[in-house]
């Protein structure tokens, strides 16, 4: 079953203390991507990758950082939170018409 | 610059009542996609629908019914005899072809229906 995953779906910090939250897809797809959801602006798109080692902003990559080492794998990095990074984070793949979404992260920065 | 609208931030009806959801979108590309995704309050994007630009015909599906008119640049979605179950967020989403796989959200319409 094609699937993108997220871990963890749930995680409440604070301020200033590095994170990561994983994302794997299982359907070797070459593109992959970060977007947040906030209430009012919808999803905006934080970093994406088109290939393993190639890594690109979006439209809001202030305070994250992302790696592609291995093309199933695709971490966002948030290494000093703050609280305005209080938000729902979608991990995606795609290829030809097709986009894939995991399930969300709901990170909480205190 | 790309761009969706949607602007009814919240609707209310009460179950049984047919409903349109507009999008309204803005891109100067000819080679596009449009998208609409549920997002029930567990949270997760449920896929609805995709249609290419040069795919001006209406799809229904089940209860489901899309109207896409290039003319007005607008991607409406109509929901008829509608359920409790259709209580959620709706995504309207554009993604130009030769701009990667990013897509453009617009802010999302919360569905609320009423028993």
């Known amino acids: 079953e094609a699937q993108v995953t997220q871990n963890p779906r749930y995680l409440i910090t604070v301020t200033g203390k590095k994170l990561t939250v994983t994302c794997s897809q299982n359907m070797n797809h070459e593109y992959m991507s970060w977007y947040r959801q906030d209430p009012g602006l919808g999803l905006r798109q934080i970093y994406y990758?088109?290939?393993?080692?190639?890594?690109d902003k979006g439209d809001v990559p202030e305070g994250y950082k992302v790696s592609r080492k291995e093309k199933r794998n695709f971490p966002l990095i948030l290494e000093s939170p703050s609280p305005n990074q209080t938000s729902l984070y979608f991990c995606?793949?795609?290829?030809?018409?097709?986009?894939?979404f995991g399930p969300g992260t709901r990170l909480t920065v205190l | 610059a790309q761009k969706v609208t949607q602007a009814q931030t919240e609707i209310s009806v009460v179950e049984k009542e047919d409903v349109t959801l507009d999008c309204v979108y803005e891109t100067r590309d000819t080679t596009y996609y449009l998208f609409w995704y549920k997002q029930p309050p567990s949270g997760e994007l449920v896929f609805l629908i995709r249609?290419?630009?040069?795919?001006?015909q209406n799809e229904i599906s089940g209860r489901y019914s899309w109207n896409f008119q290039k003319s007005t640049s607008s991607f409406n979605f109509t929901i008829t005899a509608s359920q409790v179950v259709d209580s959620a967020v709706y995504f309207c989403a554009l993604r130009v072809v030769y701009s990667s796989y990013k897509l453009i959200f617009g802010s999302g319409t919360r569905l609320l229906v009423r028993p």
């Open positions: 990758s088109m290939n393993v080692e190639v890594t």
């Open positions: 995606a793949t795609a290829q030809g018409n097709e986009q894939f």
């Open positions: 249609r290419n630009s040069f795919d001006e």
